[in-house]
């Protein structure tokens, strides 16, 4: 298959790299950016491309890209989320005696 080029001013190519790690979750490679893209959208990125994207996005999220797998395991970007709400709705010392029940 050929590879299409992308035009400037009609694809977001940040935000299909910054789609594909909210979609995929946890910390993906750039392999697996590049094949939900090319599974998704139909479009061919070079690896250094979305290597340098996911850094990128990494970065403003305040995470180094690479960091935020070792750090969370299985955990998934989802999780992460379910658990900051519960933290904003429940307060630290609540969700501690939540996380203390269920042990």
């Known amino acids: 298959?050929?590879?299409?080029?992308v035009?400037?001013?009609k694809v977001n190519k940040t935000q299909l790299?910054?789609?594909a790690i909210?979609?995929?979750g946890?910390?993906?490679g750039p392999k697996d950016i590049i094949q939900y893209i090319k599974d998704k959208h139909n479009l061919?990125?070079?690896y250094a491309l979305v290597a340098s994207y996911k850094s990128q996005i990494m970065s403003k999220k305040g995470r180094s890209a690479g960091r935020i797998g070792a750090l969370t395991g299985t955990v998934n970007l989802k999780d992460l989320q379910?658990?900051?709400d519960l933290l904003s709705r429940l307060g630290e010392s609540q969700l501690q005696s939540v996380i203390k029940a269920l042990r």
Do not use: N, R, W
């Open 1 to 5: 298959m050929a590879k299409q080029k």
């Open 7 to 9: 035009e400037a001013g």
């Open 17 to 19: 790299v910054s789609e």
């Open 22 to 24: 909210e979609a995929l």
């Open 26 to 28: 946890g910390d993906p």
């Open 44 to 46: 061919e990125f070079k």
């Open 82 to 84: 379910t658990v900051k």
